[in-house]
C-alpha cells in the first residue's frame, strides 16, 4: 500500500469507519489493497489469485456487517486476506506467513475478526451454524457468515453442514463466491451447477417473459398462471424455487457480480433483512485485477514467491519429491494399464499433471472429496484396478474412516502416494504433515515407507505396487533431494546401516536422514564417529535389526513425526536406552529449517544434542 | 420360509432363475422371504424394518440385473438381507449374526454377489462409481448398481460420490430407497427434498396440463412452449430437470411404488437401457408386511430379539452405560444451559432421547454426518456452549480430521461420548469400536477416560465438563454394568490399585476391569493374589503410578484395543517388564463374551494365563 495511504488508513477505526467511506473512495482503498496483496504475496509467498478476486467482497461485507459481534468464517482461508487487512492487521501484513508473523489462513488466536480456524477445506458451514445456533441460544441477534469458494464446496462436509443448515432457524449467511474453478479445474456436477446461475438474469427475464404472455392472454392465461405460481405441488418449486441451496431450504439471493460494491452491498443487505438462512452467490474473476494472474489463475493459486510483471509466477523448474512420484507413476503406467491416479483437487500439486496428460482416462481428480477418492479406490481396486491416490498428509485425515472400512478391513491393494509428510513451512498448523505415521500405524493391513531420496521413492513405488499386498502408504517431503554424504551403493526398501564402528547409533528416516548425515559430517570434524540406521520401511520389525540396534550403548531416534503413535515410540519397547527425539505438540508457522531447528531435528541440533552426550 | 417351499427354492439355480418366475409365483416368495426375516430377525436380531421394506425392491433388481455379473453395492447393509437369501444364503440364513455366520451387512469375502463391503453408512456410491469406471476401462458393458436409504444419503461422503457420479459416463444406477426416516427420524433438507417427489405424479399430470393448454392457445401458445422446452437457460431447467439429481447429472427415474414387482422392474429396465448414470428413487414403507414393525418402525429398527406378534421388541429396560450417560448428562444441562447434546442419527442408541425431550433447543440430531456434528460443535463451544457429541466408538473414525482441525488445534473444550466403544458383538468387523483408543491418542489436547461403571462414567462426564480443558472423550461399552467382587469405596477419575500383598499386578481398564475382577476371585480360590490396577483417565502419565508399576516383580496388562497406539504399547516403555494383551487385529463377529473369550482377555481367559504364570 501507498506510504500516504497506509497511514491515513490506519488511523481510521477498522473495521467500524468502513462504513463512512464513499464509493469512490472504497474503489481507491480496493486498488491499494491490491497493491499490498500483490506486492506483499510476490515476496512472501501465498495464495494471490483467490484473494485478488475478493477484494470487493470483502470489503461489503464488512460494510454491511459488524465484526466481530458478525462473525465471519472464512472457509479454506484462501480468500481471507483483504479480510485481515480490513480488520486491523495491515501493518503486520508483510509478517503474513513468516514465522511468528500473521496466518496465511484464518486463526481465531491471531485475531477476534476470525471467528473460528480455517486451513482444512468445507469446514465453514458447519461452524457458522454451530455459532449461529449458539447466538440465537443466547439470545444474540447477530450473523454467522460462511464465505466458501465453489472449490470447497465439493467437499462432503460442505454439504453435511448445508444439509442441516437450510433446515435450522438462525441468522446464518452463506457466502458462495463463485469463480469457476475449483484449485486446479471445476470438478463434479456443484461446479457446473453453480455456472449455470450466471445466466439466473436471462432466467429471470424469461420467467418476466412468459408472465406477461400468460396475462395476456384470455381465459386460460391467468389459470394457467396461477397453476404456475400457486400449485402446491412441485410445478411451482421448479419456477419459483428453482436452485440446489433453495432446495436445500436456503432462501437464495443472487448471482450479482462480485466487483460491483453497489450489488454486493445491496444483496448482502438484502440477505441480512431475511433473518434466516440464506445463500448469497457472488461471482468473482480469480486474480482481478493483475493481469498475469487473471489470465492464469491456476498458477498463481498458491505460490511460493512471484516477480512481478512477469509472465509466469517462479516455480522451481527443479524436481521435487512430487514431481519425481508423479513421473515415476507415469512411466509404470505406460506398461501396466490397471494403474489409475486419483487427486483430489491437488492435479499440481501432486505431480499428477503429466499423468493427467498421457493417462487421461486413468486420471481422475475428484475435487476437494478425500473421502471419496478412497473409497472410489476401493471400488476400482476391487475389479482389478491398482489405485494410486496422492494426497497431502494433513488431507489424508479426511479418510481415516475409509482407510479402515472401505480399504484395509478387505486387506484392498490400493497404494497411497503421502505428499507434504512432515513439516510443510508457511502453510503452518494446519497443515503441517505430522499425524500421518501415527494414525496410519493404528490400521492392520498398512505398510508404510519413508524413502529418503529420489530412488528409493521410486523403488518404494514400485515395490508397493507389484510386491506388496493391502494398504501401502509411501511418504515424501515437500521439496527436494538434497546430497549428503551418507551413501550405499544400493536401494533398500527396509533398511540401511551406515557402520562407523562406532557404539553409538543413530536411527531416523525420510527427509531426516539428511540432516542426520550433515550432523554425521559436522561430529567427524570433531573426530567423534557415528553409526546411522535409516529406516525405509516404517512397518516392519525385523528381529535382527533389533538385535543389531540393541548390541549398541548408546541409541538415539530422531523423528519428524508426532511422539504418540511414532516409529519411535513404539522401538521404545525393544529398545531400553533408546532417546527419542520427536514432536510433542502441533508445529506453528515458520520455515521448514526453522521449524526442523525449533524441534531439535535440523542436523545442526542433532550435532549439538550428539556432540554433547557422546 | 416354509420347509416345503424352502426345498422348492433351494433347487433352482440363484439368482438367475428368479428371472423365469411368473408375478404371482414372486408375490408368493415375498410372502416366504418376509417370514423367513421376521423368524431369523426375531431369533438372531439384526434389523427388521428396514429389510421388510427392501423385500420386493431387491427381488425386482435380481430379475432384471445379473449379479455377480452386475455389482450390487447395498449401502450400510441393512436393507441386504433379502438379497442375501435371493443369492444362495438361504440355507446359511439362520446363522445371520452368529459366530461363523452370516453377516449382517455386506462382506465379499461372504459372497461374490456382495461387491463391496458395508456396515458405515454412505459408502455405496464412491464405490459403486469406482467399480463402474473400472468396468468401463475394461470394456465390461455390465453395470454397478448402489442402493442407497435417504438416512444414509445425509453423509458427506455419498454427495461427494453424488457430486462425482454424476458427471462420469458409467454405467452406474443409485437406487435412492426413499422410506421417510433416517434411523431415527428424518433430519435435513434431502428427505424433505426426496418427500416431495412423493408428489412427482402430480407435478407430471401438472405439467401435461399445461403444455395441452399452451397447445390450444394460438399464436402465443408454441412460442411459450417452445420457450418452456427448448431454451438453453434455467427456465428449461427448471420445469423439465427439476431435481437434485439431475442438477447432478444423473438421468432421474420415478419414484415408483416399492412394493409393487411390476413397477419396480419397469422402472429398473428403463435405467439400464439408458447407459449413463441413473437415479430411480423407490419409496418403501418400513417393516411392509408386518404390522408391528409398519406402526413403528423406529423401535425395530436394530433389534436384540423380539417375541412376534407382541407389540414391542425385546428391548432391555434396565440401564445400560448409554441411558446412564444420557441420563447424568440430562442432570448436568437441567442446571446449564450451556450444555448442549448432539447425535449423529442415533438419539436412542446413544441415550440421547430424554435429553432430547427435556432440553429441546440444545438437542441436535444432525442425520448422519459425523464430521459436520464435530465441526458444528466446535462453532458451539466459540460462543461458550459445552457441546457433548455422543457417538459410537467406530463411527467417530469419520471425524478424525474434525476433532484434529477445528476442535484440538484451537484446544476448544468439547465433550465427545465414546459409545459402544471396544468389542460391539453380533455387528461385526465393521462396528468394533477397538480403534479410538490409538487415534485419540495421536491427537495433542485430547483426554481419554475410560470408565467401568456407572458411577465413573457419570464423574468423567462431571470432570470432563467442569474440570477440564480442550477435548475429553469418555469412552464406555455397549451393554450394562455388572457387579464384582473387586471394589473402593471412593470414586476415581485417575485410576485405582488394589492391593492384596502380592507382587504381581494386573493392569487394566474399562469393560474389562470387571473380566479381572472374575479372574482374581477365581485365583483366590486357588489361594493365589494378584494386585490390580484400574486406569480411568487412560492420557495421564503419573510418576508415582509408574514408580507403584515397577515396583512388582510382574505385570500384565489386558486391553480391548487394538496393540498399536494403545495404553499398554505406550506404558511399556516405562515398564520394561510388562506383559501385554491386547487385540492385533480385525475383529469378526461373535457375542461380546466369545470375542473376548477369543481375544484372551474373558475373565476365564485372564485367569487362566495368570495361573499358568504365576
Redesign the interface.
Known amino acids: 500500500m501507498n506510504k500516504e495511504y497506509e497511514e491515513e488508513f490506519n488511523k481510521i477505526n477498522l473495521p467500524g469507519d468502513l462504513k463512512n467511506l464513499s464509493i469512490s473512495e472504497c474503489r481507491i482503498l480496493c486498488k491499494e489493497i491490491r497493491d499490498t496483496l500483490i506486492k506483499t504475496v510476490s515476496k512472501n509467498g501465498g495464495h494471490l489469485a483467490s484473494n485478488l478476486g475478493a477484494v470487493e467482497l470483502s470489503l461489503a461485507l464488512h460494510r454491511v456487517f459488524s465484526s466481530p459481534k458478525d462473525?465471519f468464517?472464512w472457509d479454506v482461508g484462501h480468500q481471507s486476506y483483504t479480510h485481515k487487512i480490513l480488520t486491523g492487521r495491515l501493518k503486520d501484513f508483510d509478517t503474513l506467513r513468516q514465522e511468528d508473523g500473521l496466518s496465511g489462513f484464518c486463526k481465531?488466536?491471531e485475531s477476534e475478526h476470525d471467528?473460528?480456524?480455517s486451513?482444512?477445506s468445507s469446514?465453514s458451514v458447519?461452524?457458522?451454524?454451530?455459532?449461529?445456533?449458539?447466538?440465537k441460544?443466547?439470545g444474540?441477534n447477530h450473523y454467522?457468515i460462511a464465505i466458501i469458494g465453489d472449490g470447497a464446496a465439493?467437499?462432503?462436509?460442505?454439504?453435511?453442514?448445508?444439509?442441516?443448515a437450510?433446515?435450522s432457524n438462525v441468522n446464518l449467511i452463506v457466502v458462495v463466491n463463485y469463480n469457476e474453478m475449483s484449485i486446479s479445474q471445476n470438478?463434479?456436477?456443484?461446479a457446473?451447477?453453480l455456472s449455470?446461475?450466471r445466466?439466473?438474469e436471462?432466467?429471470k427475464k424469461?420467467?418476466t417473459?412468459?408472465e406477461r404472455?400468460?396475462d395476456?392472454?384470455p381465459v386460460?392465461?391467468q389459470?394457467?398462471k396461477n397453476?404456475?405460481k400457486f400449485?402446491k405441488?412441485?410445478?411451482k418449486?421448479?419456477?419459483f424455487q428453482?436452485n440446489?441451496f433453495e432446495?436445500?431450504?436456503f432462501e437464495f439471493v443472487g448471482p450479482v457480480d462480485g466487483h460491483n460494491l453497489k450489488e454486493l452491498e445491496d444483496a448482502f443487505k438484502k440477505a441480512k433483512a431475511m433473518k434466516k438462512p440464506v445463500v448469497v452467490q457472488v461471482n468473482t474473476i480469480k486474480g482481478k485485477g493483475y493481469a498475469p494472474a487473471e489470465n492464469n489463475p491456476s498458477k498463481y493459486h498458491g505460490v511460493s514467491a512471484l516477480k512481478i510483471n512477469t509472465k509466469n509466477p517462479y516455480v522451481s523448474k527443479s524436481d521435487c519429491f512430487s514431481t519425481v512420484f508423479g513421473r515415476e507413476l507415469t512411466l509404470l503406467a505406460d506398461s501396466d494399464?490397471r494403474i489409475?491416479a486419483i487427486t483430489a483437487a491437488m492435479k499440481f500439486g501432486t505431480g499428477l499433471d503429466k499423468f493427467a496428460e498421457s493417462h487421461k482416462?486413468?486420471f481422475?481428480d475428484?475435487?476437494i472429496?478425500e473421502?471419496?477418492a478412497l473409497?472410489?479406490?476401493?471400488?476400482?481396486?476391487?475389479?482389478?484396478?491398482i489405485?494410486v491416490f496422492a494426497v497431502y498428509s494433513s488431507?489424508l485425515?479426511?479418510g481415516?474412516?475409509?482407510i479402515?472400512?472401505?480399504l484395509?478391513?478387505?486387506n484392498t491393494h490400493a497404494i497411497i502416494g503421502v505428499d507434504r509428510a512432515g513439516i510443510v513451512g508457511e502453510d503452518g498448523?494446519?497443515h503441517q504433515g505430522i499425524?500421518d505415521v501415527?494414525?496410519l500405524?493404528?490400521?492392520?493391513n498398512v505398510t508404510i515407507y519413508s524413502p529418503s531420496d529420489y530412488d528409493e521413492l521410486k523403488a518404494c513405488l514400485s515395490k508397493g505396487i507389484y510386491d506388496d499386498s493391502g494398504i501401502v502408504a509411501i511418504r515424501y517431503p515437500r521439496g527436494n533431494d538434497k546430497d549428503c554424504s551418507l551413501k550405499k551403493d544400493y536401494i533398500s526398501t527396509d533398511y540401511e546401516l551406515y557402520e562407523n564402528g562406532s557404539d553409538v547409533l543413530v536411527i531416523t528416516y525420510g527427509r531426516l536422514f539428511k540432516e542426520v548425515s550433515n550432523a554425521y559430517d559436522k561430529l567427524k570434524t570433531e573426530d567423534k564417529s557415528i553409526d546411522v540406521l535409516k529406516l525405509i520401511n516404517l512397518s516392519s520389525r525385523d528381529q535382527n535389526m533389533i538385535d543389531r540396534i540393541n548390541s549398541y550403548k548408546k541409541v538415539y531416534f530422531f523423528e519428524e513425526c508426532?511422539y504418540?503413535?511414532s516409529v519411535s515410540?513404539?522401538l521404545?519397547?525393544d529398545i531400553?536406552n533408546l532417546c527419542c527425539t520427536a514432536i510433542?505438540?502441533?508445529v506453528p508457522q515458520a520455515t521448514v529449517a526453522s521449524s526442523l531447528e525449533h524441534l531439535g531435528l535440523s542436523g545442526d541440533k542433532i550435532y549439538k544434542k550428539l556432540n554433547s552426550e557422546i
Open positions: 462473525k468464517v481465531p488466536s471467528a473460528f480456524i486451513g482444512h469446514n458447519s461452524a457458522a451454524l454451530g455459532i449461529a445456533t449458539a447466538m441460544l443466547n444474540d454467522a465439493t467437499g462432503g462436509l460442505s454439504f453435511e453442514g448445508l444439509n442441516n437450510g433446515k470438478v463434479g456436477a456443484i457446473k451447477y449455470n446461475f445466466t439466473k436471462s432466467y424469461t420467467k417473459i412468459v404472455a400468460l395476456r392472454i386460460i392465461g389459470p394457467i397453476t404456475l400449485s405441488d412441485t410445478i418449486n421448479s419456477i428453482t440446489l432446495d436445500l431450504g494399464d489409475c482416462d486413468r481422475f475428484v475435487g472429496a473421502e471419496h473409497t472410489f479406490a476401493g471400488g476400482l481396486a476391487t475389479m482389478g484396478k489405485p488431507f485425515q479426511r481415516y474412516d475409509q479402515i472400512h472401505d484395509a478391513i478387505s498448523v494446519t499425524f501415527s494414525f500405524s493404528t490400521i492392520p508426532y504418540n503413535g515410540q513404539r521404545k519397547n531400553a510433542y505438540d502441533f
